[in-house]
């Protein structure tokens, strides 16, 4: 009987030890020879959108630009200041710039570094009965000067719990996972 | 029994001594009016056609008869249809939605009028529970147009139902008729010398901008010109950003910080310089639009939502961003996100709920309004 509870005791640390070898930093990344305190302006570009909504990238750049600001440690560029940069150097898809275009486009608008971005779930899913709002998004950061990715990170927020199975309740309002998905964002760039 | 029949009697005596005294403080409108008159305006006013911003088929004739006959029963001068007829055919006067610096002086030259009333109409449905929204402002006319008063008004048929749905107007004339009142009640509130509408009232904490950026730059104990740009417009509704901008000129002139610059002047100006806005306004429309209108700060934004609803069943949405760009830094000053629904914070029986995205969004740039120079 001791030898059984020895055995199972072994096999759920040893399960235990081989999950946490799975785990890993977080899901982002942070060029370690990058200083990130030298950045003082920063262009967001309009995001790539991959969902049915059409405005889904343009309410989460809106989200971001605020939040980001709100943060007071860097300066975000206005929309239509960037919107000129982009017709300025004539980038052909503002949502995936060539590290050429981010190049061109730093001196123009005045910034050290440019947010790229791709919102690829926003809204409603449904399993069953039960439906909750869901978002997922990747952003980059790219330096101005070089054209190379120095950041990048990506959320997913919101979706259905064991709670909104159990309860239903249709998951919280999307302005608030959009929210909460921006704000993990924000902690991964200053973390 | 004799101690409680004492009781009763001096809580009936009490009581009757509070009415008394109550009845006292009651509002005698005709002699505050009476003596309002000291201060009363008597410039000539011409009343432009209506600027329709509801993209529907609306009463907008009648809507500017009901503000004659009310300017008229009032005792206040307007300038004859004929002359205002001639005029604008004459300087080819097309768009009614503002006045800008040419016009208006060739107005006062011209005409004589002192001012020019504007009105916007901004929803109209007749569909039960039937709405209506819609903004006037009275420029003066002369060198310099300055906004002088504004106000608006928005009503739903169903916004305040009362007991066993007795409150309930189903009638669109019913509904255009009262919001109209409420709307000249306070010009000629103003016209009179009394304050009309024009001071700040109390906005819910719900309506506040739920991301707010403000720079230490912006000085409360200034004050500021400013120009509100209409805003980029990434919404369903028609006319959404000259109806987001029409509702921060109205809540800015109400507070004592803000100059706000005649959007007619700002529109003109914009349309001299070819300015074309991409997006919003860049650092170089900006530069261009200080220069002419010599301005302070630069209000633009972008509505990502404005939405009424038709029938019973639904609630309003408005989402929209506002920046300032200020003129000495030329940078953002002010920056924030806004979104509300109509049943926000709503539990039971609709208590609270607001029926019209203008009555929503007024609160909402009230709120950003009085933050800026908080």
């Known amino acids: ?191 | 029994m004799t101690s409680s029949t004492n009781f009763l009697n001096k809580a009936a005596v009490i009581l009757i001594v509070g009415l008394l005294c109550l009845s006292g403080c009651a509002y005698p409108k005709g002699a505050v009016r009476g003596d309002a008159q000291a201060g009363a305006k008597k410039f000539q006013i011409a009343v432009f056609p209506v600027e329709n911003l509801s993209g529907t088929l609306s009463p907008l004739k009648e809507i500017r008869q009901s503000a004659i006959d009310r300017l008229r029963a009032e005792g206040f001068p307007i300038l004859e249809e004929g002359i205002l007829e001639k005029f604008m055919a004459r300087h080819r006067v097309r768009y009614t939605g503002g006045i800008d610096q040419g016009t208006a002086k060739a107005f006062k030259e011209e005409t004589g009028a002192g001012a020019v009333l504007i009105t916007s109409l901004e929803l109209y449905s007749d569909k039960i529970p039937p709405k209506i929204s819609l903004m006037a402002r009275l420029v003066s006319t002369g060198e310099k147009p300055v906004i002088l008063w504004m106000d608006g008004v928005g009503l739903a048929g169903d916004q305040s139902p009362g007991l066993l749905g007795l409150g309930l107007i189903e009638d669109p004339r019913e509904l255009r008729k009262k919001a109209m009142s409420s709307l000249w009640d306070s010009l000629t509130g103003y016209l009179s010398g009394e304050k009309g509408e024009m001071g700040i009232q109390r906005v819910k904490r719900k309506f506040s901008p739920k991301i707010v950026y403000r720079s230490f730059e912006i000085d409360p104990g200034r004050k500021y010109t400013v120009a509100v740009v209409p805003f980029f417009n990434s919404s369903d509704r028609k006319n959404a950003e000259e109806i987001m901008a029409l509702h921060f000129v109205k809540e800015l002139t109400r507070i004592e910080a803000f100059d706000v610059v005649e959007p007619g002047v700002v529109r003109q100006g914009l349309l001299n310089l070819r300015v074309i806005m991409e997006e919003g306004v860049s650092l170089a429309n900006a530069d261009i639009i200080f220069g002419v209108l010599n301005v302070d700060l630069i209000l633009s934004g972008e509505v990502l939502d404005y939405q009424d609803y038709q029938g019973t069943l639904g609630a309003p949405k408005v989402n929209f961003s506002v920046l300032l760009i200020d003129r000495k830094s030329r940078r953002m000053v002010w920056s924030s996100d806004s979104y509300n629904q109509g049943d926000d914070g709503v539990f039971f029986f609709d208590c609270g709920k607001v029926n019209t995205a203008y009555t929503m969004t007024s609160q909402m740039a009230q709120a950003i309004g009085r933050s800026m120079v908080k």
């Not at chain 1, 959320?155 to 999307?174: C, E, H, P, S, V």
Request: hydrophobic share 45%.
């Open chain 1, 1 to 191: 009987m001791v030898k059984f509870w020895t055995i199972l005791f072994c096999s759920i640390l040893a399960v235990l030890a081989g999950l946490a070898g799975c785990a890993t930093k977080g899901n982002f990344y942070r060029d370690p020879n990058m200083d990130f305190g030298a950045i003082q302006s920063i262009a967001v570009l309009p995001f790539s959108n991959l969902t049915r909504d059409n405005l889904a990238a343009e309410r989460v750049r809106d989200v971001f630009i605020n939040k980001l600001l709100s943060t007071g440690a860097v300066y975000v560029l206005p929309a239509g200041e960037v919107a000129r940069g982009i017709a300025t150097v004539d980038i052909q898809n503002p949502s995936s710039p060539s590290p050429g275009e981010i190049v061109k486009l730093g001196p123009i608008i005045k910034c050290q570094a440019v947010i790229t971005g791709v919102v690829k779930e926003y809204g409603e899913v449904r399993s069953g009965t039960t439906s909750a709002n869901l978002i997922s998004v990747s952003l980059q950061m790219i330096e101005a000067q070089t054209g190379k990715i120095v950041w990048t990170a990506s959320t997913t927020k919101g979706g259905i719990t064991i709670w909104d199975r159990l309860f239903g309740g249709g998951g919280q309002a999307m302005n608030d996972v959009t929210d909460n998905a921006v704000n993990d964002l924000i902690n991964k760039l200053f973390k």
